[in-house]
């Protein structure tokens, strides 16, 4: 029940297209949704987060969308660029939870020039 | 704001061997941090939450005395990997806790690749 499914595991994508990865959950207890960007040698870089109060949320040319009947969300990326590529993970986590972070698998995402 | 550094970056050693590895969090106070271990198109594994003043809590599976962690003060913790062997060699990552409108973020560090020979 603790688990964070993430798809797809891979992702190329032209440049100036979308990008959207999609993550589910089951725990109706997890009340937060960070999403990671990680380049290949670095560690994982905060990139958008999303509390369950609100549908969406917006920053640049990144959106999480977020569905909570359906226990989904997933992170948008407009325009998508060469530089986005990078392993995008989506997280969960509760207050009631404690500290510890749900992680998925990770999406490899390729933004092709 | 939020930034967490790790030292050393990479690190060689050989078998047998103990590594230390530093993680701080630079402009913030972190009670809690946390230390995950990455291997290759993998996702991150939790390996301890190690809390400032108090022993840390290893995840099922990870060998608390063959991965010892100290945190001695709200912004340094420490991973020593004690008599390292091939198998002990990753990416490891860690994290630092904040806190943001009653909610917990972590911000990672920037990770050390650990080879072991």
Redesign the interface.
């Known amino acids: 029940q603790q688990q964070v499914k993430q798809s797809p595991q891979s992702l190329i994508v032209q440049k100036g297209g979308i990008s959207i990865i999609n993550c589910a959950y089951e725990n109706t207890a997890f009340?937060?949704f960070?999403w990671?960007q990680q380049f290949p040698?670095?560690?994982?870089?905060?990139l958008i987060?999303i509390?369950p109060d609100v549908s969406e949320k917006k920053e640049g040319r990144f959106t999480i969308s977020f569905n909570k009947s359906a226990k989904q969300f997933s992170l948008h990326i407009m325009d998508s660029q060469p530089g986005d590529s990078a392993t995008y993970?989506c997280a969960a986590?509760s207050?009631s939870y404690g500290?510890?972070?749900v992680?998925?698998?990770?999406t490899?995402l390729s933004v092709l020039p | 704001g939020a930034v967490v550094s790790q030292h050393p970056s990479w690190v060689i050693c050989k078998s047998g061997t103990s590594v230390k590895i530093e993680c701080r969090s630079l402009d913030f106070q972190a009670t809690t941090m946390f230390w995950y271990r990455q291997f290759p198109k993998q996702s991150l594994m939790l390996m301890a939450t190690s809390n400032e003043g108090s022993k840390a809590t290893y995840e099922q599976g990870v060998e608390k005395d063959k991965f010892l962690i100290n945190h001695a003060s709200l912004t340094l913790s420490t991973l020593t990997v004690t008599s390292a062997h091939p198998e002990d060699s990753s990416f490891y990552i860690c994290s630092a806790q904040s806190t943001s409108g009653g909610y917990y973020e972590q911000y990672f560090g920037p990770g050390t690749r650990l080879t072991v020979t």
């Open positions: 009340d937060y960070p990671y040698g670095k560690g994982p870089a905060l987060a509390r993970f986590t207050r500290q510890n972070f992680f998925g698998p990770g490899r």
